[in-house]
């Protein structure tokens, strides 16, 4: 499974963190919304300076799927968070 973590607040200018895992457990703990502790050195870092993070998308996949989803220029535009506060600020 590949996951989009939305950071709040963006730490060290990283808005998203784009992963994947294939372990079933925290691929569980994922899709209930879930933040599982994930042993990255962004993530760490970003948990011990009080960083909340988001499960705002997953999809069906492992490396290669989190590679193209990584390839295409900002996560911004996978975030359904980040477009919904997008879309409220075109209203104002
Ligand atoms: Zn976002």
Same mark, same amino acid.
């Given at each position: 499974?590949?996951?989009?973590?939305?950071?709040?607040? @963006? $730490? #060290? +200018?990283?808005?998203? $963190?784009?992963g994947?895992?294939?372990?079933?457990?925290?691929?569980?703990?994922? @899709?209930? =919304?879930?933040v599982p502790i994930i042993d990255a050195?962004?993530l760490?870092?970003? +948990?011990? *300076? =009080? &960083? !909340? $993070?988001? &499960?705002?998308?997953?999809?069906?996949? =492992?490396? %290669?799927?989190?590679? %193209?989803? %990584?390839? !295409? #220029? =900002? @996560? *911004?535009? $996978?975030?359904?968070?980040? !477009? +919904?506060?997008? !879309?409220?600020?075109?209203? #104002?």
């Amino acid at each position: 499974m590949v996951y989009l973590l939305h950071l709040e607040p @963006a $730490f #060290k +200018r990283a808005r998203h $963190f784009v992963g994947a895992t294939s372990d079933p457990s925290t691929a569980l703990a994922l @899709a209930r =919304g879930d933040v599982p502790i994930i042993d990255a050195p962004l993530l760490v870092a970003a +948990r011990d *300076a =009080g &960083v !909340q $993070f988001t &499960v705002e998308r997953t999809w069906v996949g =492992g490396e %290669r799927e989190r590679a %193209r989803i %990584r390839s !295409q #220029k =900002g @996560a *911004a535009t $996978f975030c359904p968070l980040c !477009q +919904r506060l997008n !879309q409220a600020r075109r209203r #104002k």
